[in-house]
């Protein structure tokens, strides 16, 4: 795939996230569309719910956040070994990575995954669209999950804003939760 291409897919993807991540800004309740909260605070077997810092917390620019909503997706079809999460705060801040192996590969577990802008993603969202450009991520899945156990990892990123000049710090960052299992 070339740059371009590479390029064009990323900016497809990131628009879908903007609208994944602006529904599930909407959704704050004791569950999720799939399900109760786990006892992380994370989703029940529906892979979503009200997540609580349990679940879903991180430092922006040294400030302690947590996600009030937390849906994280795996798949292996089609030859992709991937995972999905997205966190959401009802002040309408989201953050969305993805870390996606091709070629019939397997995510491996405590391995250190650098933003590439095509297979590992992070989206940092202020409001309805990307508010920032990700400079570098550092995503780290520790468990997988399956249909009861839940996914974790840990996650930081440096991003740069629409300004170009403002950084912004991710720090710190960690989930855990029941995966939704779509394959």
């Known amino acids: 795939m070339s740059s371009t291409s590479k390029r064009r897919a990323a900016r497809a993807?990131?628009?879908?996230?903007?609208?994944?991540?602006?529904?599930?800004g909407c959704g704050s309740s004791n569950s999720g569309p799939g399900g109760t909260g786990g006892t992380h605070g994370g989703g029940g077997t529906g892979g979503s719910a009200s997540a609580g810092c349990s679940a879903m917390s991180w430092l922006d620019d040294g400030v302690s956040q947590c996600a009030d909503f937390l849906s994280v997706t795996r798949s292996t079809k089609s030859g992709f070994d991937q995972i999905a999460v997205v966190g959401s705060q009802t002040t309408n801040v989201g953050l969305t990575f993805k870390v996606i192996v091709p070629g019939g590969g397997a995510i491996e577990t405590g391995k250190d995954y650098a933003c590439d802008g095509a297979y590992i993603l992070f989206v940092y969202q202020a409001g309805a669209l990307a508010s920032?450009?990700?400079?570098?991520?550092?995503?780290?899945?520790?468990?997988?999950?399956?249909?009861?156990?839940?996914?974790?990892?840990?996650?930081?990123?440096?991003?740069?804003?629409?300004?170009?000049?403002?950084?912004?710090?991710?720090?710190?960052?960690?989930?855990?939760?029941?995966?939704?299992?779509?394959?």
Do not use: R, Y
């Open 132 to 183: 920032h450009t990700t400079k570098s991520c550092t995503l780290n899945v520790s468990a997988l999950g399956d249909a009861s156990t839940p996914a974790s990892g840990t996650f930081s990123a440096m991003l740069l804003a629409s300004d170009g000049t403002t950084t912004k710090q991710i720090t710190e960052g960690a989930f855990s939760a029941v995966p939704k299992i779509a394959n």
């Open 13 to 24: 993807l990131v628009a879908g996230w903007g609208l994944a991540l602006t529904l599930a």
